[in-house]
């Protein structure tokens, strides 16, 4: 089966998340979208998102490591459904590493030119509903 | 907190596909909407939806009853992804009652005119990935 366009962008985002390249993960969101920082708190704007992607990095240590596999993409009407195993782990000083899996879930948008930009990223996936 | 415009909505579609109200339910859909009807399994476009659904109401021997509760919405830009805890339910001829409980998946757009329309029906959530 041929490789969707937004396989290869989720893997530039891991990418991009994983040399804490902020210019670059900003320009995978759309102008108003909303990330899910963590059960309970979303923050919702480029403006806030990059706020937040620095706190997280900080949270972390500047240790993250973020890897999305068994990327599955449900399109419809410009826009995506977009479903991932992520792995999301850490060395954080003087503590055990962080690992974490989550069945994760981001939504797209097709711009009229033809990008795709994140209008939801919810790495939770239906985890929120516990 | 006040109830999400699109909670009454999924509420209504329940309502729609309990009475096999199946104008009612393509109403919910926008004209380029994926269903995913089960595992593998897609239908794109009202006309595939609406087939997609007979078949549903036949297979299950028109006694489906589906309800959603814990409905959670996330918006961004003019999009929102919709968690909600599904029950399917139908008495089968002769068999014994099904009975499956989903975390669902949605995508919602709203449209210029104000109203939200489903653009990916997934009610499989991600146990797509397993």
Same mark, same amino acid.
């Given at each position: 089966m041929e490789k969707h366009e937004l396989e290869s962008l989720l893997e /530039?985002?891991?990418?991009?998340w994983n040399e804490e390249d902020i210019n670059s993960i900003l320009d995978t969101y759309d102008e108003d979208a909303t990330l899910v920082v /963590?059960? $309970?708190m979303n923050v919702r704007g480029k403006q806030q998102i990059r706020k937040a992607v620095?706190?997280?990095?900080?949270?972390?240590?500047?240790?993250?490591?973020v890897k999305q596999r068994d990327i599955t993409v449900?399109? $419809? *009407?410009?826009?995506a459904l977009?479903?991932?195993r992520a792995t999301i782990s850490a060395n954080q000083m003087g503590e055990a590493p962080f690992? /974490?899996?989550r069945? *994760?879930? =981001?939504? =797209?948008r097709k711009k009229p030119d033809g990008?795709?930009?994140?209008?939801?990223d919810n790495s939770y996936g239906v985890d929120l509903l516990s």
């Open positions: /530039q985002a891991d990418a991009a /963590q059960p $309970g620095e706190a997280i990095f900080n949270h972390f240590n500047h240790t993250l490591c449900i399109e $419809g *009407s410009e826009t977009v479903l991932a690992v /974490q899996e069945k *994760s879930t =981001y939504v =797209y990008r795709w930009l994140c209008v939801v």
